[in-house]
């Protein structure tokens, strides 16, 4: 199966392109802003340290679903989660339950979760990331 | 199109949003609101360091829609120059204050001590800055605050170092530790409101008006970006990449301008910056070509083996000239640290490399003794100038508080005006290249040499008569005020045509024809000039140091006539405007 991967973290010039893409994902209602992006490259205190990328590492029990409430997240087969957003209520246990700190908040107190689609893969100009076959 | 504006009041502690589509609809967003904005907010008579005075943060429709409109316009009056400051920086304000959700945010009055600024979104809090004032490390306020605010990733942190404490006229903002607004003594307007840092963070999203032409337009945008040759440039060796061809032109001022022709030339250029000190790149935010170029640089410490600290130091041209070539630095560590030295109090690189340089003279000639300078100051002595520098920030004697005025007010105090290479009392950029270059410095809104890239000009056309020169200035800066209004980075103008603005602008619900971006940055121009002489502009008060007409440019020796002419005419043309 297909995820998103880390190539190269060291090359990462901290554009931001590819949290400003995943607000673009969806075909039918991209966003602009950094609103529902759910990938966040952050500095090592300034990136003249070094950079990390932070997103869902599709976890075979992911944390995050064994603690929502609700069903809107739920485990997806070979790992990661399916976020069903019309029953998410916005409680962020997920936030709290994710070790990588990968489940972003939304401008409407909903989730923002990678779903490992790899739009955001196209835009990376330096080969940080990219989306392969890998090893269930 | 984003049209909030946050008014934060320092005299009372309170702000408001208003909501102004009248203002972004016509104006755009950037430089053309920041001037309407100023205009409604500042007295135009107030003291640049009374509370009076009024700092703006404008940035663009495009953000953060397309990639490359990275950029935001801060507008104040300037401390150095009395008149019209205004500052472009990259790093990651432009998308955090649109990611907060304002297109602009105006800064009033001045706190009674030391305060930072923390926006979220809606609110604004009032940080208690007692602590963190007095420490003079630009980079150590930085990670101080960055270690107590959340927003890792999605925030900027705008701070002044020690200078704009200490009200150095030419002390900048720095942004994201690489980036500033570094012209004109923006850290002096902070430093005299008592406002050590304006930290921004946000989540709002926006909604294209055309889903699917968003998308296609965004790529080709893209596309463009990262294949077309218009960014290679600045993506390779970065701006540093003039150094050897300005030098082989004969149009690299070097030691204090006595010559346009660095010896050492090839020991500070791009190339060997690349080969021998480029530990890493990084990119403003939502901008693909990554033309932050960061040194290494390995010292040893002294009288312990094996022990060595490695500092980033970024790099630039502008940077290169003023401490290298203006000083006649040819060494690449010295030169490194200089850049570290100015960077850590957070001053302006180049006011204070040119401020040195005519310090430098100023001793040689015997007119300031070395008990106002206190270091025997010499080109190409790096010790003298790490001093120099320090004593700039501290202001020891009569002499640094005057130097730390601005070289055309210690020239005024000391004499020595002839080669105190100031225009409109702003500090000159690194470009001896002819006369468009000179009346750029003139001419320009902001005396800088981005505002109608006369530099360029010289390289480009000779033999331009004295009007054709001035009608290409103003025809250059005209359009710059419609790319710094989006607000695009002007690296980026070969991507941004007017064509392919108004396509950008189209999926995002707003229509405007390529010959109306034209026409507007022609109207953006003439309210700036307005502004600029209602805060007391006047060609009647330029002058040139006569420097300038005694060492030969690109253009061979300038004539004092031909510049002249050209003033008449520029006079002329600006009363019509007027």
């Not at chain 1, 994710?98 to 330096?126: M, Q, S, W």
């Not at chain 2, 306020?141 to 701070?159: F, L």
């Not at chain 2, 932050?292 to 600290?309: D, K, S, V």
């Not at chain 2, 360029?456 to 005209?478: F, G, H, M, V, W």
Request: with cysteine.
């Amino acid at each position: 199966m297909k995820r998103l991967v880390v190539e190269d973290i060291e090359k990462c010039v901290g554009c931001g392109l590819c949290m400003f893409a995943c607000s673009r994902k969806f075909a039918k209602r991209p966003e602009i802003g950094n609103s529902s992006s759910a990938i966040l490259p952050v500095s090592l205190s300034g990136f003249e340290r070094g950079a990390t990328v932070i997103f869902c590492r599709a976890c075979e029990e992911p944390p995050c679903a064994q603690v929502c409430p609700s069903g809107a997240l739920k485990p997806k087969k070979g790992g990661g989660v399916v976020y069903v957003e019309s029953l998410c209520l916005g409680c962020h246990y997920c936030v709290e339950a994710c070790t990588l700190n990968a489940i972003f908040v939304r401008e409407d107190g909903k989730i923002a979760v990678c779903i490992h689609c790899g739009y955001c893969a196209d835009y990376c100009p330096h080969g940080v990331i990219a989306y392969k076959e890998v090893e269930a | 199109m984003r049209d909030a504006v946050l008014i934060i009041d320092l005299d009372n502690y309170t702000y408001e949003v208003e909501h102004r589509p009248d203002l972004f609809e016509k104006w755009l967003g950037g430089t053309g609101v920041a001037v309407q904005l100023m205009r409604e907010h500042m007295n135009p008579k107030a003291d640049p360091l009374s509370p009076e005075n009024v700092i703006v943060f404008a940035t663009g429709p495009l953000t953060p829609a397309y990639p490359l409109a990275s950029k935001t316009v801060a507008m104040f009056k300037s401390p150095l120059t009395g008149n019209l400051g205004e500052s472009h920086a990259g790093g990651r304000t432009a998308t955090s204050i649109a990611a907060a959700g304002y297109g602009a945010i105006v800064i009033k009055g001045a706190s009674k001590k030391p305060v930072y600024l923390v926006v979220e979104n809606d609110k604004v809090y009032f940080r208690d800055g007692r602590v963190l004032w007095g420490i003079p490390d630009s980079l150590i306020v930085g990670r101080i605050i960055a270690e107590n605010e959340p927003g890792r990733g999605t925030r900027t942190m705008m701070r002044i170092g020690g200078a704009g404490e200490k009200l150095v006229r030419y002390s900048c903002v720095t942004t994201e530790t690489y980036r500033h607004y570094g012209r004109l003594g923006l850290g002096a307007v902070f430093g005299s409101k008592k406002l050590k840092a304006l930290i921004v963070r946000g989540r709002k999203k926006y909604l294209p008006a055309d889903a699917k032409k968003y998308r296609e337009v965004y790529d080709e945008i893209y596309r463009m970006a990262i294949e077309s040759d218009a960014m290679k440039k600045y993506h390779l060796l970065g701006t540093a990449a003039n150094v050897i061809p300005l030098n082989e032109l004969k149009a690299l001022p070097t030691r204090n301008l006595k010559v346009a022709r660095f010896e050492r030339a090839e020991e500070i250029s791009g190339e060997a910056l690349a080969e021998y000190n480029l530990g890493r790149r990084i990119a403003c935010s939502h901008c693909p070509v990554a033309c932050i170029h960061l040194a290494a640089l390995r010292l040893p410490y002294e009288n312990e083996p094996y022990f060595f600290r490695t500092i980033m130091i970024s790099y630039d041209y502008e940077l290169i000239y003023s401490l290298g070539s203006m000083l006649g630095i040819g060494n690449r560590d010295d030169l490194l640290r200089l850049i570290h030295r100015v960077e850590t109090y957070g001053l302006d690189a180049m006011s204070t490399g040119v401020c040195l340089a005519w310090a430098t003279e100023a001793l040689e000639r015997g007119i300031v003794s070395e008990k106002d300078t206190l270091v025997k100051l010499a080109f190409g002595d790096v010790e003298c100038y790490l001093k120099a520098i320090d004593f700039i920030y501290e202001q020891p004697t009569d002499f640094y508080r005057h130097l730390a005025m601005g070289v055309s007010h210690a020239a005024e105090v000391y004499g020595g005006k002839e080669f105190a290479l100031a225009f409109g009392g702003n500090e000159m950029p690194g470009y001896h290249t002819g006369y468009a270059a000179v009346l750029n410095y003139l001419t320009g809104m902001r005396h800088s040499h981005l505002d109608s890239a006369g530099y360029s000009l010289d390289q480009k056309a000779k033999d331009l008569s004295p009007e054709e020169t001035i009608d290409r200035l103003i025809e250059e800066e005209s359009w710059r005020q419609t790319l710094s209004s989006l607000v695009v980075c002007f690296f980026a103008r070969g991507i941004y045509t007017p064509e392919v603005i108004s396509k950008a602008f189209e999926p995002l619900g707003y229509s405007i024809s390529p010959d109306e971006l034209k026409k507007l940055g022609r109207e953006i121009y003439r309210e700036k000039a307005r502004l600029k002489v209602d805060l007391g502009f006047s060609l009647d008060e330029l002058s040139i140091p006569k420097r300038i007409f005694e060492t030969p440019s690109l253009h061979g020796k300038l004539s004092e006539n031909f510049v002249n002419k050209a003033l008449e005419y520029y006079r002329k043309k600006l009363m019509e405007m007027l």
